[in-house]
């Protein structure tokens, strides 16, 4: 029996282009001193990245693949296939690395390996939608000579820098080959970055002393941290008039329309200038999901909406009021790919007063001491409005915390 842990650096989540760092160690745990301890063969072991890729059979009308040449793989078991077994199309890649061959683990005695590859920066993000699903994962695949190979899935997230994906299904576009749906990306590549030669304009840790391939990588996240932090904090004041048919309601203010996944929309209605009373307004955060045209089961068919905050209130008589809306770390920032495209927006419902005038009030006593109450019934008209945002990545650090995933996975063989 060996068993097989593995571990990632850093927590479960990543931006593109950082480096996974996984270190993979394999233990024989029976003591020398057991009667039936004896020394462990492996005849080798191997770990590559994938991206899998899964469509609902009643939202996405995909063209169909050829699995024939994965048919073939899975017959012969001394094949590394890591995506065998899985749902869906794997749709991205990187080369495998075989960690060992021919392995002796005496008992008590175990080795680790580390494992390490760039995230590819062309790939879509993670995302489990109601449409669509992008799942990353480490396959570590080991054997036993004469046994069938064993696999250790290690899933973890991954978040994008920009708005497109040229690694999709169906067409399975080579890097060269952009996508017919690609939009202007929201940062340029950071792979490619030239870092400026004065090292004290660079991000950098002065307390740490690190290797050059290790410190180019940091440098990566902490630029890409400084771009998110630069994009999301300008602020200037969006002023938006809430009106109806029969005049205005109030007003509305905004002071950004960039956010990061964890920050909280905040918003504030001013309703003392309008002429038209407001008994009550809700504000949902919410994402759209639509299939691309090309690729829809069924021609304009709806889009999916998932809500992920909500605020309701009632407001007659309300001068002023505000909301505050958390966007969930654990949420998906906008993205487009060939297949898919991932928005998100504010979506206002008003509930007005059918009367221009009057103060929704009744007297009810004529003594001295006079009691208002509200009507009974009133007439009432209602309208929603749609504001979109932009939602971006964070520091893949924080997003580690709320991760459904975990840094820690083994199994035994």
Partial sequence: MIEVLAKLGRGPVFLAGEVLDCVITFTNPLSASSTSASSEMLAWASAQIHCQFHASENRVALPPSDGSKHDVQAENETVFVP???????????TPPKILFCDLRLD????????????????????FRGQSVKYVYKLTIGCQRVNSPIKLLRVPFRVLVLHGKATHCPPCMASRAAPCPADTLTFFPGLKDY?????EAVAPSNPFLEEEEGLKKDSRLADLATELLMVATSRRSLHLYNISNTRGKVGTFCIFKTVYKIGE????TFNFSEGDIPCLQFSVSLQ??????????????????????????????????SSFSLPIPLSSTPGFTTNVVSLKWRLHFEFVTSGESTGTC???????????WTGVEQMEVDTFSWDLPIKVLPTNPILASYVSQFSSTNSITI
Avoid at 83 to 93: M, T, V
Avoid at 194 to 198: A, K, S, V
Avoid at 293 to 316: K, N
């Fill in 361 to 371: 009030l009744v007297r009810g006593s004529q003594s001295e001491a006079v009691t």
């Fill in 107 to 126: 008992p008590g005695e175990s080795k680790s390996y580390s494992y390490c590859e760039t995230l590819p920066v062309d790939g879509p993000p993670s």
């Fill in 287 to 320: 994402t759209e999901e639509s299939i691309q045209e090309e690729f829809q089961r069924r021609r304009g068919q709806p889009v999916s909406f998932t809500v992920h905050a909500r605020h309701q209130e009632s407001c007659l008589h309300t001068a002023q």
């Fill in 264 to 267: 909280d929309v905040i918003g």
């Fill in 83 to 93: 995506n065998r077994g899985e749902r869906g199309q794997c749709i991205l890649s």
């Fill in 194 to 198: 030239q870092f400026p030669q004065d």
